[in-house]
């Protein structure tokens, strides 16, 4: 049974920094690509940054390139995503995601993972 497990969010001003982490469980993930992505109410899940286990080449979506950084520990299992430099609009319900790869690029849609997490609430006021 897969599991994934986000923690790390909360309230935080503008211009400050969260780290979230996802501690991942029920396989072996060296196969698999693991992926951020965020909710804010009213509006479709977006891609925020993936990577891939095994290489550890990772991707990002243009608005959080520069400030965002996704990293992973094999030795615990979990994926980060290191929040720099937040804003306002950055506010959403993050959510982790692992998808088996099977293309040479990392997909960035939410059709290509297929386990998530709960979610993990990030609020960003001004």
């Known amino acids: 049974q897969v599991q994934l497990v986000e923690s790390g969010g909360g309230l935080v001003q503008a211009g400050g920094s969260l780290r979230l982490s996802c501690a991942a469980s029920g396989r072996t993930f060296s196969t698999y690509d693991m992926g951020w992505f965020r909710q804010a109410p009213g509006k479709e899940r977006e891609f925020v940054a993936a990577i891939r286990w095994s290489t550890g080449i990772t991707v990002y979506s243009d608005s959080v390139k520069g400030r965002f950084t996704i990293s992973r520990d094999n030795a615990k299992n979990t994926v980060y995503l290191q929040m720099n430099s937040l804003r306002p609009e950055d506010t959403a319900s993050y959510y982790c995601?692992?998808?088996?790869?099977?293309?040479?690029?990392?997909?960035?849609?939410?059709?290509?993972?297929?386990?998530w997490g709960q979610g993990t609430q990030v609020t960003v006021s001004s």
């Open positions: 995601a692992a998808g088996y790869y099977r293309r040479a690029t990392i997909s960035r849609t939410t059709d290509a993972y297929n386990y």
